[in-house]
């Protein structure tokens, strides 16, 4: 049963992404975590997720911002020097409490803030900060969006340059989990047979997604976003308090 549940999250979350091009790896690191030991879940997650980014950035390739992507690289990897260094590592409790706080936190930000991704500094800034969080807790999602909201690219080129950058920091989680749980991950929790299903329902729910995007607008992409941040913020934050104070 776990097996089933993790693999249709895995599908759900893979399609939710490919059409507001955030969310979907937010939901799935929530599920995981409640289904399988943290290391583990953080490892399927880190594989399903560089898989729907890796085939997102690849069918709207096209799309891809390349500009923003290079500087964004430059922060990931100042980003993942610190913390492979520091070698940090929460529990379930913090780890929802910190996945929930960076969704309200995104919410709380100044509208005068203006954040755009194609500003060099703006995306050398996304990469530092989304990076960190992103190799901490699997997701950075909603801090990322901050650097897309008020920028003049299309939902298209902002769902296909931010896939671009969540697949490179996917693939520095899959190396930085490797070495710093030394394969706790391939604990008995998950058996080998789950990666390459995960990887399977990923490309389906991720060409999917892609498909729905063209149904929506950009007032619809703005709202929807913004909605599901707020929801699993505060839904987040609650399972973290409860688990701390229980």
Sequence with gaps: MT????????????ALSGILGMGGGFILAGVLALLLPLPAAMFLHAISQFTANGYRAWLQRQHIEWRVVRHYLFGLLLAVSVVA?????????????LLGGVALFSQLVPRSLSLDATKPA??????????ALHILVGVAGPLLDLFFQRTSLSRFQIVATKA?????GHLMRIL???????GDWLG?????????MAILVALIGTN?????LRLINERQFGHF??????????LYIGKGLIGLYA
Excluded: D, E, P
């Design 164 to 168: 671009a950058t969540q697949l490179l």
């Design 176 to 182: 930085l989990i490797s070495t710093l749980w030394q």
């Design 225 to 234: 976003s913004r909605t599901l941040l707020c929801v699993l913020g505060c």
């Design 3 to 14: 097996l089933v549940l993790s693999l249709l999250a895995i599908a759900l979350t893979s």
């Design 122 to 131: 703006h995306a050398f800034t996304a990469g530092l900060l989304v990076s």
């Design 208 to 212: 999917l997604g892609t498909r729905l």
């Design 85 to 97: 260094l520091l070698a940090v590592q929460l529990n379930k409790n913090w780890f929802y409490l």
């Design 188 to 196: 008995t929790a998950v058996a080998g047979h789950w990666f390459a």
